[in-house]
Nanobody, 123 residues
Framework: HVQLVESGGGSAQAGGSLTLSCTAS????????MGWFRQDPGKQRERVAA????????YYADSVKGRFTISTDYTKNTAYLKMNDLKPDDTAKYYC????????????????WGQGTQVSVSS
C-alpha cells in the first residue's frame, strides 16, 4: 500500500522560508490528488494546498495564496510545499495526504496520510 513520509519542517522567523517534502512509496497511479494539510492543537485541520497529479491543477487556501507553492517531481515520487513569507499563524504540524480520483477539494477523500512534520514560525 502507499506510504507517505514528510520532511523539511523546522523553525523559521517571520518572513522566512521553508520547503516541505513528501515522498510516496508503494503502488499508485497518476490519477490522484496530493494535498498538504496543517493542524495546530486546538484548531481545526486546514487544507493548505493540493495538486492533481494528472492535470497539474493546483488549489490553495486563501490564507497561503501567493506565499505557498505546491509542486511535484514524479521522477522522485515526491511532492513539495514551498513556503515563503512565513507568518506566526503558519505554525502547525503539516501533513501530506493523497486522495484517489479528482476530489482534491474534498478533505474526507484523502485516505493515505503521512506522519506529519512540525513547522514553527516566530515573530
Amino acid at each position: 500500500h502507499v506510504q507517505l513520509v514528510e520532511s523539511g519542517g523546522g523553525s523559521a522567523q517571520a518572513g522566512g522560508s521553508l520547503t516541505l517534502s513528501c515522498t510516496a512509496s508503494g503502488p499508485r497511479n497518476r490519477r490522484y490528488c496530493m494535498g498538504w494539510f496543517r493542524q495546530d492543537p486546538g484548531k481545526q485541520r486546514e487544507r493548505v494546498a493540493a495538486v492533481h497529479t494528472l492535470s497539474d491543477n493546483t488549489y490553495y487556501a486563501d490564507s497561503v495564496k501567493g506565499r505557498f507553492t505546491i509542486s511535484t517531481d514524479y521522477t522522485k515520487n515526491t511532492a513539495y510545499l514551498k513556503m515563503n513569507d512565513l507568518k506566526p499563524d503558519d505554525t502547525a504540524k503539516y501533513y501530506c495526504a493523497t486522495a484517489p480520483g479528482p476530489y482534491c477539494l474534498e478533505p474526507h477523500r484523502y485516505n493515505v496520510w503521512g506522519q506529519g512534520t512540525q513547522v514553527s514560525v516566530s515573530s
